[in-house]
């Protein structure tokens, strides 16, 4: 019997006051890599992903609403930072660099 391909499971939020961003964040995307199954390691990932975007997006955005999405899939999870002005995405990724991770 054939294998059916798994769909992607899409959460969208919409934090308006900046200061719960990371604690939010940190639980959405912790559950969302159980959902999607993702070994420890990789959550581990996940989650230096979230802390260097919610202090670039801290940096850049300032007090505006953290609007995301989170994608989950069948061993993936993407998340993206939603409705950004020009520069905005580059200012973000420039900010999180990590110098360790670049």
Same mark, same amino acid.
């Given at each position: 019997?054939?294998?059916?391909?798994?769909?992607?499971?899409?959460? !969208?939020?919409?934090?308006?006051?900046?200061?719960? *961003?990371?604690? /939010?964040?940190?639980? +959405? &995307?912790? %559950? @969302?890599?159980?959902?999607? !199954?993702?070994?420890?390691?990789?959550?581990?990932? *996940?989650?230096? /992903?979230?802390?260097? +975007? &919610?202090? %670039? @997006?801290?940096?850049?955005?300032?007090?505006?609403?953290?609007?995301?999405?989170?994608?989950?899939?069948?061993?993936?999870?993407?998340?993206?930072?939603?409705?950004?002005?020009?520069?905005?995405?580059?200012?973000?990724?420039?900010?999180?660099?990590?110098?360790?991770?670049?």
């Amino acid at each position: 019997m054939p294998e059916q391909a798994t769909a992607e499971q899409v959460v !969208d939020v919409s934090i308006g006051d900046p200061r719960f *961003a990371a604690a /939010v964040l940190e639980r +959405l &995307v912790s %559950a @969302a890599a159980a959902r999607a !199954d993702l070994p420890v390691d990789r959550v581990i990932n *996940a989650l230096t /992903v979230v802390d260097a +975007l &919610v202090y %670039a @997006a801290d940096s850049v955005l300032g007090d505006d609403p953290r609007n995301l999405r989170v994608t989950i899939g069948e061993g993936t999870l993407a998340l993206r930072v939603d409705q950004l002005v020009d520069g905005q995405a580059e200012a973000i990724r420039t900010a999180a660099n990590v110098q360790s991770v670049g």
